[in-house]
C-alpha cells in the first residue's frame, strides 16, 4: 500500500513569510496527526484529526500555526508568520482506527523547514 | 502529562555486541508503550509496541523490549546488533483516555561498527 505523502520535502524561507505544508495519509486512515521535530529532539505532537474533526490542538501555537483537513482525507499545515525557531522537520502521520492508544502511526517523510 | 527519558543519546557498538537502550516514562496510570526507528534516509516506522498481557514484546529484526511497570520502564534490547541496524531509536508513550496523545523521548543514536 502507498504510504503518507508529503510535499515539499525542502522549504527554505525568511522570518516573517509564511509557508504552507500539504500531507496525504494512506487510503482509509481515519486519524491524522502533526508533528514537530527539532533537531536533537523527538517529535512533538501539533495537532491531531480524526476525520475532519480536531481531537487534540492544544500545543499547536495557534497564533501563527493553522492546520486543516478537508473531507476527512488530505490535510495542510501553515506557518503565518514563521519565526526563527519554527525551523523543524514537520512530520505527518496517519492511523487507521478513530481513536484508541494502541493504534500504529505509520509517518511521512517530512518536510525540513529552515527559517533564516 | 506524560513524559519519556532516554538514557543515552548515542550509543556506539561493535557488529554481534548486544544492545541495550534504556527508557522510562512518568505517568501513575495505564499506558501504551512503543519503540519506533527511522532508519537513515527513511520514514519514522514502528519496530515494538505494548499495550496489554505479557510484558516481553517481541517486534522486527530480532528485537525485544520489557515492560517493567514498577520501574516506569520500557528497555529495548537485542542480543546480538548488526551493521544495518545503525539508526535512530524513539522511545514513546501514550496514556489510556482523552486523546491518546503519543509523547516521544529525545531518540538514541545507535552506530554499529562492522
Known amino acids: 500500500e502507498a504510504g503518507v505523502a508529503q510535499s515539499p520535502r525542502y522549504k527554505i524561507i525568511e522570518k516573517r513569510q509564511s509557508v504552507a505544508f500539504w500531507c496525504n495519509p494512506i487510503s482509509g486512515h481515519a486519524t491524522l496527526y502533526w508533528y514537530q521535530q527539532i533537531l536533537g529532539q523527538g517529535p512533538k505532537l501539533l495537532i491531531q484529526?480524526?476525520?475532519?474533526?480536531?481531537?487534540?490542538d492544544s500545543q499547536l501555537p495557534k497564533d501563527r500555526f493553522s492546520a486543516e483537513r478537508l473531507k476527512g482525507v488530505d490535510s495542510t499545515l501553515k506557518i503565518q508568520p514563521a519565526k526563527l525557531e519554527d525551523s523543524a522537520v514537520y512530520l505527518c502521520?496517519?492511523?487507521?482506527?478513530?481513536?484508541?492508544?494502541?493504534?500504529?502511526?505509520?509517518f511521512g517523510p517530512g518536510t525540513r523547514l529552515t527559517v533564516l | 502529562a506524560q513524559s519519556v527519558s532516554q538514557h543515552n543519546h548515542h550509543v556506539i557498538l561493535s557488529e554481534a555486541a548486544s544492545l541495550e537502550l534504556g527508557c522510562n516514562y512518568s505517568y501513575g496510570g495505564t499506558v501504551n508503550l512503543f519503540w519506533y526507528v527511522q532508519y537513515p534516509g527513511q520514514h519514522l516506522q514502528l519496530l515494538l509496541k505494548?499495550?496489554?498481557?505479557?510484558?516481553l514484546v517481541k517486534g522486527i529484526k530480532g528485537f525485544e523490549a520489557e515492560f517493567i511497570k514498577s520501574k516506569f520502564s520500557f528497555n529495548l534490547r537485542k542480543p546480538s546488533v548488526q551493521w544495518s541496524d545503525t539508526a535512530e531509536y524513539f522511545c514513546?508513550?501514550?496514556?489510556?483516555?482523552?486523546?491518546?496523545?503519543?509523547?516521544f523521548g529525545k531518540g538514541t543514536k545507535l552506530s554499529v561498527i562492522p
Open positions: 505494548y499495550f496489554s498481557g505479557d510484558p
Open positions: 514513546a508513550v501514550n496514556a489510556d483516555g482523552g486523546s491518546y496523545q503519543l509523547t
Open positions: 484529526f480524526q476525520n475532519n474533526g480536531v481531537v487534540d
Open positions: 502521520a496517519s492511523s487507521y482506527r478513530q481513536g484508541g492508544g494502541t493504534d500504529t502511526q505509520y
